[in-house]
Protein backbone atom coordinates (compact mmCIF):
# COMPACT_ATOMS: atom_id res chain seq x y z
CA UNK A 1 0.00 0.00 0.00
CA UNK A 2 1.71 3.14 -0.79
CA UNK A 3 2.52 5.88 1.20
CA UNK A 4 0.45 9.10 0.68
CA UNK A 5 0.43 12.32 2.45
CA UNK A 6 -3.09 14.83 2.13
CA UNK A 7 -4.03 18.39 3.58
CA UNK A 8 -7.05 18.31 6.27
CA UNK A 9 -8.91 21.25 6.85
CA UNK A 10 -11.05 21.18 10.53
CA UNK A 11 -11.75 23.40 13.20
CA UNK A 12 -11.09 22.81 16.55
CA UNK A 13 -11.19 24.85 19.93
CA UNK A 14 -8.26 24.89 21.88
CA UNK A 15 -7.55 27.04 25.36
CA UNK A 16 -4.99 29.48 25.47
CA UNK A 17 -2.67 28.65 28.56
CA UNK A 18 -4.02 32.29 29.76
CA UNK A 19 -7.31 30.78 29.29
CA UNK A 20 -6.28 27.58 31.69
CA UNK A 21 -4.52 29.99 33.80
CA UNK A 22 -7.89 32.04 34.19
CA UNK A 23 -10.31 28.99 34.45
CA UNK A 24 -8.00 27.63 37.17
CA UNK A 25 -7.87 31.42 39.47
CA UNK A 26 -11.51 31.24 39.00
CA UNK A 27 -11.86 28.16 40.51
CA UNK A 28 -10.00 28.88 43.96
CA UNK A 29 -11.36 30.27 46.89
CA UNK A 30 -10.09 32.57 48.98
CA UNK A 31 -7.73 31.09 51.13
CA UNK A 32 -6.11 29.09 48.03
CA UNK A 33 -5.65 32.42 45.78
CA UNK A 34 -3.85 33.66 48.46
CA UNK A 35 -1.09 30.91 48.16
CA UNK A 36 -1.34 30.94 44.25
CA UNK A 37 0.02 34.55 44.31
CA UNK A 38 2.31 34.07 46.68
CA UNK A 39 3.44 31.24 44.44
CA UNK A 40 3.69 32.95 40.91
CA UNK A 41 5.63 35.97 43.26
CA UNK A 42 8.34 33.26 44.25
CA UNK A 43 7.93 31.44 40.72
CA UNK A 44 8.18 35.08 38.27
CA UNK A 45 11.31 37.24 39.25
CA UNK A 46 9.30 40.48 38.44
CA UNK A 47 6.54 39.98 40.28
CA UNK A 48 6.32 41.80 43.70
CA UNK A 49 4.00 42.26 46.81
CA UNK A 50 2.45 45.98 46.40
CA UNK A 51 2.86 46.99 50.04
CA UNK A 52 3.19 50.67 49.19
CA UNK A 53 -0.18 50.84 46.89
CA UNK A 54 1.46 53.06 44.84
CA UNK A 55 -1.23 54.09 41.85
CA UNK A 56 1.16 56.08 39.63
CA UNK A 57 1.13 54.30 36.09
CA UNK A 58 4.56 52.27 35.33
CA UNK A 59 5.66 52.05 31.60
CA UNK A 60 7.21 49.14 31.46
CA UNK A 61 8.38 48.08 28.01
CA UNK A 62 9.15 49.21 24.49
CA UNK A 63 6.26 49.38 22.02
CA UNK A 64 3.70 46.66 23.74
CA UNK A 65 4.85 47.83 26.90
CA UNK A 66 4.47 51.18 27.10
CA UNK A 67 1.43 51.83 27.74
CA UNK A 68 0.62 49.33 30.66
CA UNK A 69 -0.44 50.04 34.21
CA UNK A 70 1.09 47.70 36.77
CA UNK A 71 -1.17 49.05 39.19
CA UNK A 72 -3.07 46.40 40.81
CA UNK A 73 -6.98 46.83 40.29
CA UNK A 74 -8.51 43.89 41.85
CA UNK A 75 -8.34 44.58 45.49
CA UNK A 76 -12.16 44.88 46.36
CA UNK A 77 -11.20 47.11 49.74
CA UNK A 78 -8.67 49.27 50.79
CA UNK A 79 -6.50 48.70 54.17
CA UNK A 80 -6.99 51.17 56.27
CA UNK A 81 -3.63 51.20 58.21
CA UNK A 82 -1.66 53.39 59.76
CA UNK A 83 2.25 53.43 58.79
CA UNK A 84 2.32 53.71 62.73
CA UNK A 85 0.40 50.67 63.87
CA UNK A 86 2.97 48.21 64.81
CA UNK A 87 1.93 44.33 64.04
CA UNK A 88 2.04 43.30 67.36
CA UNK A 89 3.70 38.91 67.47
CA UNK A 90 1.24 36.10 68.33
CA UNK A 91 2.47 33.37 69.72
CA UNK A 92 1.38 29.94 69.14
CA UNK A 93 1.53 27.28 70.95
CA UNK A 94 1.16 23.53 69.45
CA UNK A 95 0.33 20.20 71.72
CA UNK A 96 1.59 16.94 70.78
CA UNK A 97 -0.35 15.07 68.02
CA UNK A 98 -2.29 11.82 68.29
CA UNK A 99 0.96 10.14 67.35
CA UNK A 100 3.75 11.85 69.42
CA UNK A 101 0.94 11.20 72.60
CA UNK A 102 0.92 7.67 71.65
CA UNK A 103 4.28 7.03 71.60
CA UNK A 104 5.38 9.08 74.87
CA UNK A 105 2.74 6.21 76.63
CA UNK A 106 5.26 3.80 75.06
CA UNK A 107 8.26 5.08 76.22
CA UNK A 108 6.64 3.87 79.96
CA UNK A 109 6.28 0.38 78.64
CA UNK A 110 8.40 -2.19 79.36
CA UNK A 111 9.70 -2.60 75.74
CA UNK A 112 13.15 -3.68 74.02
CA UNK A 113 14.82 -1.14 71.65
CA UNK A 114 13.57 -3.63 68.83
CA UNK A 115 9.85 -3.90 70.28
CA UNK A 116 9.83 0.22 70.62
CA UNK A 117 10.59 0.65 67.12
CA UNK A 118 8.31 -1.75 65.93
CA UNK A 119 5.63 -0.36 67.90
CA UNK A 120 6.50 3.11 67.25
CA UNK A 121 5.97 2.06 63.22
CA UNK A 122 2.27 0.86 64.27
CA UNK A 123 1.75 3.84 65.95
CA UNK A 124 2.18 5.58 62.49
CA UNK A 125 0.22 3.70 60.63
CA UNK A 126 -2.74 4.75 63.07
CA UNK A 127 -4.93 7.46 61.16
CA UNK A 128 -6.20 10.62 62.66
CA UNK A 129 -9.91 8.73 64.15
CA UNK A 130 -7.66 5.96 65.76
CA UNK A 131 -7.74 3.39 63.53
CA UNK A 132 -5.21 0.64 62.25
CA UNK A 133 -6.63 0.25 58.08
CA UNK A 134 -3.65 -1.96 57.35
CA UNK A 135 -3.88 -5.78 57.74
CA UNK A 136 -0.96 -7.49 59.45
CA UNK A 137 0.22 -9.08 56.62
CA UNK A 138 1.14 -5.61 54.84
CA UNK A 139 2.57 -3.73 57.79
CA UNK A 140 5.07 -6.76 58.32
CA UNK A 141 6.71 -6.53 54.99
CA UNK A 142 7.02 -3.15 55.38
CA UNK A 143 8.33 -3.58 59.22
CA UNK A 144 10.90 -5.64 57.36
CA UNK A 145 11.93 -3.24 54.35
CA UNK A 146 11.90 -0.13 56.34
CA UNK A 147 13.23 -1.00 59.28
CA UNK A 148 15.12 -4.12 58.39
CA UNK A 149 13.81 -6.60 61.53
CA UNK A 150 11.44 -9.47 60.67
CA UNK A 151 8.37 -9.70 62.75
CA UNK A 152 5.60 -12.11 62.38
CA UNK A 153 2.01 -11.28 62.77
CA UNK A 154 1.72 -13.00 65.63
CA UNK A 155 4.06 -10.88 67.24
CA UNK A 156 2.64 -7.85 65.72
CA UNK A 157 -0.61 -9.07 67.27
CA UNK A 158 1.27 -9.27 70.41
CA UNK A 159 2.46 -5.31 70.12
CA UNK A 160 -0.72 -4.20 68.85
CA UNK A 161 -2.39 -5.85 71.93
CA UNK A 162 0.05 -3.35 74.32
CA UNK A 163 -1.45 -0.59 72.12
CA UNK A 164 -5.10 -1.29 72.76
CA UNK A 165 -4.03 -0.63 76.62
CA UNK A 166 -2.91 2.61 75.82
CA UNK A 167 -5.36 6.34 75.84
CA UNK A 168 -7.39 7.37 74.71
CA UNK A 169 -9.25 3.68 74.56
CA UNK A 170 -10.21 2.16 71.39
CA UNK A 171 -7.50 3.31 69.51
CA UNK A 172 -5.64 1.49 66.88
CA UNK A 173 -8.78 -0.78 66.54
CA UNK A 174 -8.91 -2.49 62.91
CA UNK A 175 -12.92 -2.26 62.60
CA UNK A 176 -15.82 -0.38 64.37
CA UNK A 177 -16.79 -3.46 66.21
CA UNK A 178 -13.09 -4.18 68.20
CA UNK A 179 -13.22 -0.42 68.94
CA UNK A 180 -16.36 -0.39 71.00
CA UNK A 181 -15.36 -3.66 72.85
CA UNK A 182 -11.57 -2.33 73.49
CA UNK A 183 -13.70 0.97 75.00
CA UNK A 184 -16.20 -1.20 76.79
CA UNK A 185 -13.15 -3.61 78.11
CA UNK A 186 -11.99 -0.65 79.74
CA UNK A 187 -14.49 0.63 81.63
CA UNK A 188 -15.68 -1.70 85.11
CA UNK A 189 -18.65 -3.73 83.90
CA UNK A 190 -20.00 -3.52 87.32
CA UNK A 191 -23.86 -2.94 86.20
CA UNK A 192 -26.60 -5.85 84.02
CA UNK A 193 -26.43 -3.04 81.50
CA UNK A 194 -22.92 -2.79 80.82
CA UNK A 195 -22.44 -6.60 80.93
CA UNK A 196 -25.96 -6.66 78.19
CA UNK A 197 -23.68 -3.94 76.31
CA UNK A 198 -20.89 -6.37 75.92
CA UNK A 199 -22.63 -9.29 74.95
CA UNK A 200 -24.48 -7.10 72.62
CA UNK A 201 -21.21 -5.92 71.12
CA UNK A 202 -19.35 -9.15 71.11
CA UNK A 203 -21.96 -11.56 70.06
CA UNK A 204 -24.65 -10.03 68.12
CA UNK A 205 -23.39 -6.23 66.81
CA UNK A 206 -25.05 -7.01 63.03
CA UNK A 207 -28.09 -6.90 64.46
CA UNK A 208 -27.15 -4.27 66.38
CA UNK A 209 -25.97 -2.00 63.76
CA UNK A 210 -29.28 -3.10 61.90
CA UNK A 211 -31.06 -1.99 64.36
CA UNK A 212 -32.90 -5.38 64.54
CA UNK A 213 -33.99 -4.66 67.87
CA UNK A 214 -37.23 -6.92 68.64
CA UNK A 215 -35.02 -9.54 66.90
CA UNK A 216 -31.96 -8.57 69.38
CA UNK A 217 -34.46 -9.04 72.41
CA UNK A 218 -36.36 -12.25 71.60
CA UNK A 219 -32.50 -13.62 71.63
CA UNK A 220 -31.36 -11.92 74.93
CA UNK A 221 -34.74 -12.79 76.69
CA UNK A 222 -34.70 -9.07 77.77
CA UNK A 223 -37.58 -6.43 78.26
CA UNK A 224 -37.65 -3.03 76.56
CA UNK A 225 -36.04 -1.33 80.02
CA UNK A 226 -33.38 -3.53 80.39
CA UNK A 227 -32.44 -3.20 76.32
CA UNK A 228 -32.79 0.33 76.41
CA UNK A 229 -30.29 0.62 79.12
CA UNK A 230 -27.66 -1.11 77.62
CA UNK A 231 -27.98 0.75 74.05
CA UNK A 232 -27.42 3.59 75.96
CA UNK A 233 -24.22 2.33 77.53
CA UNK A 234 -23.23 1.54 73.69
CA UNK A 235 -24.18 4.75 73.01
CA UNK A 236 -21.43 6.06 75.72
CA UNK A 237 -18.63 5.25 73.16
CA UNK A 238 -16.84 6.71 70.75
CA UNK A 239 -17.14 5.43 67.48
CA UNK A 240 -13.62 7.86 66.51
CA UNK A 241 -11.34 7.39 69.76
CA UNK A 242 -8.75 9.75 67.87
CA UNK A 243 -11.20 12.95 67.83
CA UNK A 244 -11.14 12.44 71.52
CA UNK A 245 -7.68 13.78 71.76
CA UNK A 246 -8.53 16.86 71.18
CA UNK A 247 -4.86 19.13 72.30
CA UNK A 248 -3.13 17.95 69.22
CA UNK A 249 -2.59 19.41 66.01
CA UNK A 250 -5.75 17.33 64.56
CA UNK A 251 -8.76 20.14 63.55
CA UNK A 252 -11.66 18.07 62.73
CA UNK A 253 -13.72 21.28 61.94
CA UNK A 254 -11.66 24.01 59.35
CA UNK A 255 -12.42 27.38 59.50
CA UNK A 256 -14.37 28.76 56.66
CA UNK A 257 -12.90 31.98 54.86
CA UNK A 258 -15.69 33.56 53.19
CA UNK A 259 -15.11 34.72 49.71
CA UNK A 260 -17.97 37.61 49.66
CA UNK A 261 -19.59 39.74 52.67
CA UNK A 262 -22.99 41.04 52.11
CA UNK A 263 -23.94 43.56 54.62
CA UNK A 264 -27.90 44.72 54.69
CA UNK A 265 -28.93 47.73 56.51
CA UNK A 266 -31.55 50.69 55.74
CA UNK A 267 -32.78 48.42 52.86
CA UNK A 268 -30.34 48.51 51.01
CA UNK A 269 -27.58 45.80 50.03
CA UNK A 270 -23.64 46.03 49.97
CA UNK A 271 -21.56 43.55 48.31
CA UNK A 272 -17.85 42.88 48.36
CA UNK A 273 -15.39 40.42 47.96
CA UNK A 274 -12.95 39.38 50.98
CA UNK A 275 -9.33 40.09 49.87
CA UNK A 276 -8.49 40.64 53.09
CA UNK A 277 -5.31 38.84 53.38
CA UNK A 278 -4.50 38.31 49.37
CA UNK A 279 -1.47 40.59 48.32
CA UNK A 280 -0.98 43.04 45.20
CA UNK A 281 1.33 42.64 43.10
CA UNK A 282 2.97 44.35 40.49
CA UNK A 283 5.94 44.69 37.98
CA UNK A 284 9.39 45.18 39.79
CA UNK A 285 10.37 48.05 37.99
CA UNK A 286 13.81 47.26 38.50
CA UNK A 287 13.55 44.70 35.52
CA UNK A 288 11.41 47.64 33.40
CA UNK A 289 14.61 49.77 33.92
CA UNK A 290 16.96 47.04 32.71
CA UNK A 291 15.01 46.44 29.64
CA UNK A 292 15.57 50.10 29.00
CA UNK A 293 19.09 50.48 29.74
CA UNK A 294 19.24 47.50 27.04
CA UNK A 295 17.40 48.89 24.46
CA UNK A 296 18.59 51.47 22.11
CA UNK A 297 17.07 54.81 21.12
CA UNK A 298 16.47 53.23 17.84
CA UNK A 299 14.62 49.74 18.94
CA UNK A 300 17.86 47.81 18.93
CA UNK A 301 18.95 45.48 21.20
CA UNK A 302 22.58 44.31 21.44
CA UNK A 303 23.71 40.65 20.40
CA UNK A 304 25.05 40.19 24.13
CA UNK A 305 21.72 41.52 25.80
CA UNK A 306 19.23 39.72 23.29
CA UNK A 307 18.68 36.62 25.40
CA UNK A 308 18.38 39.01 28.49
CA UNK A 309 15.80 40.95 26.87
CA UNK A 310 13.80 38.00 25.89
CA UNK A 311 14.07 36.35 29.26
CA UNK A 312 13.03 39.42 31.08
CA UNK A 313 10.71 40.04 28.75
CA UNK A 314 8.47 36.59 28.78
CA UNK A 315 9.07 36.81 32.30
CA UNK A 316 7.04 40.54 31.96
CA UNK A 317 4.52 39.01 29.74
CA UNK A 318 3.99 36.36 31.90
CA UNK A 319 3.34 38.90 34.98
CA UNK A 320 0.69 41.14 33.37
CA UNK A 321 -1.45 37.90 31.78
CA UNK A 322 -1.12 36.88 36.00
CA UNK A 323 -2.21 40.38 37.12
CA UNK A 324 -4.98 40.49 34.25
CA UNK A 325 -6.27 36.95 34.85
CA UNK A 326 -6.80 38.28 38.67
CA UNK A 327 -8.45 41.42 37.46
CA UNK A 328 -10.64 39.36 35.56
CA UNK A 329 -11.39 36.89 38.12
CA UNK A 330 -12.37 39.65 40.44
CA UNK A 331 -14.85 41.01 37.88
CA UNK A 332 -16.48 37.91 37.06
CA UNK A 333 -16.99 36.93 40.52
CA UNK A 334 -18.56 40.19 41.60
CA UNK A 335 -20.44 40.14 38.40
CA UNK A 336 -21.94 36.79 39.11
CA UNK A 337 -22.34 37.23 43.28
CA UNK A 338 -24.14 40.63 41.95
CA UNK A 339 -26.85 38.12 39.91
CA UNK A 340 -27.06 35.83 42.66
CA UNK A 341 -28.09 38.87 45.20
CA UNK A 342 -30.62 40.07 42.64
CA UNK A 343 -32.28 37.06 41.89
CA UNK A 344 -32.19 35.84 45.87
CA UNK A 345 -33.01 39.43 47.32
CA UNK A 346 -35.67 38.41 49.23
CA UNK A 347 -34.08 35.45 50.75
CA UNK A 348 -30.86 37.61 51.78
CA UNK A 349 -33.09 39.80 53.53
CA UNK A 350 -34.16 37.54 56.49
CA UNK A 351 -32.16 33.88 55.72
CA UNK A 352 -35.22 32.32 55.78
CA UNK A 353 -34.99 29.61 53.54
CA UNK A 354 -38.88 29.58 52.70
CA UNK A 355 -38.36 32.72 50.69
CA UNK A 356 -35.37 30.69 48.63
CA UNK A 357 -36.39 30.87 44.20
CA UNK A 358 -36.08 27.72 42.33
CA UNK A 359 -32.81 28.73 41.00
CA UNK A 360 -30.00 26.88 38.32
CA UNK A 361 -27.01 27.61 36.82
CA UNK A 362 -28.29 28.66 33.89
CA UNK A 363 -30.59 31.15 35.34
CA UNK A 364 -27.58 33.13 36.63
CA UNK A 365 -25.64 32.29 33.27
CA UNK A 366 -27.85 34.09 31.61
CA UNK A 367 -28.48 36.96 33.72
CA UNK A 368 -24.73 37.51 33.64
CA UNK A 369 -24.02 37.17 30.40
CA UNK A 370 -21.63 34.09 31.18
CA UNK A 371 -21.37 30.74 30.28
CA UNK A 372 -22.86 27.79 32.97
CA UNK A 373 -19.58 26.04 33.27
CA UNK A 374 -18.34 29.49 34.16
CA UNK A 375 -20.94 30.31 36.82
CA UNK A 376 -20.40 26.58 38.15
CA UNK A 377 -16.65 27.05 38.95
CA UNK A 378 -17.45 30.59 40.90
CA UNK A 379 -20.21 29.43 43.13
CA UNK A 380 -17.89 26.00 43.72
CA UNK A 381 -16.53 25.70 46.99
CA UNK A 382 -17.16 29.73 47.86
CA UNK A 383 -18.78 31.06 50.76
CA UNK A 384 -20.55 34.25 51.55
CA UNK A 385 -20.56 35.88 54.72
CA UNK A 386 -24.05 37.58 55.68
CA UNK A 387 -25.94 39.36 58.80
CA UNK A 388 -27.34 35.63 59.50
CA UNK A 389 -24.09 33.54 58.91
CA UNK A 390 -22.29 31.76 56.33
CA UNK A 391 -23.57 30.28 53.47
CA UNK A 392 -22.08 27.88 50.31
CA UNK A 393 -22.97 29.61 47.28
CA UNK A 394 -24.09 26.09 46.26
CA UNK A 395 -26.53 25.45 48.59
CA UNK A 396 -28.58 28.66 47.07
CA UNK A 397 -29.41 26.53 43.53
CA UNK A 398 -32.14 24.43 44.16
CA UNK A 399 -34.42 21.98 41.63
CA UNK A 400 -38.53 24.13 41.16
CA UNK A 401 -41.39 21.90 41.62
CA UNK A 402 -44.60 22.08 40.78
CA UNK A 403 -47.65 21.91 43.35
CA UNK A 404 -50.76 20.33 42.21
CA UNK A 405 -52.22 24.51 41.89
CA UNK A 406 -49.37 25.02 39.59
CA UNK A 407 -47.32 27.11 41.89
CA UNK A 408 -43.38 26.59 41.32
CA UNK A 409 -41.89 26.37 44.53
CA UNK A 410 -38.46 25.64 45.70
CA UNK A 411 -37.02 21.98 46.72
CA UNK A 412 -35.55 23.55 49.46
CA UNK A 413 -39.22 23.41 50.44
CA UNK A 414 -39.65 19.89 50.22
CA UNK A 415 -36.47 19.30 51.97
CA UNK A 416 -37.78 21.29 54.85
CA UNK A 417 -41.20 19.57 55.31
CA UNK A 418 -39.39 16.31 55.59
CA UNK A 419 -37.11 17.45 57.90
CA UNK A 420 -39.92 18.28 59.99
CA UNK A 421 -42.05 15.42 59.65
CA UNK A 422 -39.06 13.11 60.68
CA UNK A 423 -38.22 15.37 63.53
CA UNK A 424 -41.60 14.79 64.61
CA UNK A 425 -42.03 11.38 64.00
CA UNK A 426 -42.43 8.12 66.67
CA UNK A 427 -39.01 7.03 66.93
CA UNK A 428 -40.44 3.44 67.63
CA UNK A 429 -42.58 3.64 64.23
CA UNK A 430 -40.18 5.88 61.91
CA UNK A 431 -42.03 6.95 58.30
CA UNK A 432 -40.97 5.19 55.61
CA UNK A 433 -40.56 7.20 52.22
CA UNK A 434 -43.36 5.59 50.61
CA UNK A 435 -45.29 7.32 53.71
CA UNK A 436 -43.48 10.08 53.70
CA UNK A 437 -44.27 10.20 49.86
CA UNK A 438 -48.11 10.10 50.31
CA UNK A 439 -47.57 13.35 53.29
CA UNK A 440 -46.14 15.45 51.04
CA UNK A 441 -48.43 14.74 47.63
CA UNK A 442 -51.50 15.45 50.38
CA UNK A 443 -49.90 18.70 51.02
CA UNK A 444 -50.37 19.83 46.94
CA UNK A 445 -46.56 18.29 46.18
CA UNK A 446 -46.60 16.01 43.64
CA UNK A 447 -43.75 13.73 44.31
CA UNK A 448 -42.13 10.17 43.59
CA UNK A 449 -40.98 7.93 46.16
CA UNK A 450 -37.66 7.72 44.72
CA UNK A 451 -37.45 11.87 44.64
CA UNK A 452 -38.77 11.38 48.59
CA UNK A 453 -35.21 8.95 49.22
CA UNK A 454 -33.10 11.18 46.81
CA UNK A 455 -34.29 14.09 49.26
CA UNK A 456 -33.60 12.27 52.67
CA UNK A 457 -30.17 11.12 51.22
CA UNK A 458 -29.39 14.54 50.43
CA UNK A 459 -30.49 15.81 53.98
CA UNK A 460 -28.29 13.23 55.97
CA UNK A 461 -31.02 11.16 56.96
CA UNK A 462 -31.06 7.61 57.35
CA UNK A 463 -33.60 5.03 56.59
CA UNK A 464 -36.50 4.20 58.20
CA UNK A 465 -35.20 1.04 59.42
CA UNK A 466 -31.82 2.73 61.03
CA UNK A 467 -33.65 5.80 62.77
CA UNK A 468 -35.77 3.28 64.97
CA UNK A 469 -35.59 4.04 68.83
CA UNK A 470 -36.39 1.57 71.63
Known amino acids: MAISQRQIQK ?8 QIQMIKLLE ?3 VQ ?18 ELKDDENEQISMEEYLREDDSPGYKARINNYSKDDKQRPVTLTEGLSLQEYLMEQLRYRNLSDEERKVAEFLVGSIDENGYLRRDMESISDDVAFSLGIEYSVKELERLLSIIHQLEPAGI ?16 RIDTPAKQMAQKILSSHFEEFTKKHYEKLMARLGVGEDEFRDAINEIKHLSPKPGNLYSDGSFDTSPYIIPDFTIDYHDGQFDLSLNSYNIPEVKINRRYVEMIRDMVSSDGFVSEKDKEAVQFVKSKIDSAKWF ?6 RHDTLMRTMQEILSFQKEYF ?39 FGIILLKSLFSEAMQTESGEIVSS ?14 DKR ?32 IPVARLRKQI
Request: aromatic letters at 2%; a neutral charge; proline letters at 3%.
Open 11 to 18: QIQTLSPQ
Open 28 to 30: LPA
Open 33 to 50: LEQRIKQEIEENIVLEED
Open 172 to 187: GARNLQECLLLQMNQR
Open 323 to 328: ISAIKQ
Open 349 to 387: KDGDQSKLRPMILKDIADRAGLDVSTISRVVNSKYAQTH
Open 412 to 425: YEIKNILQKCIDEE
Open 429 to 460: HPLTDETLMNILNSKGYCIARRTVAKYREMLG
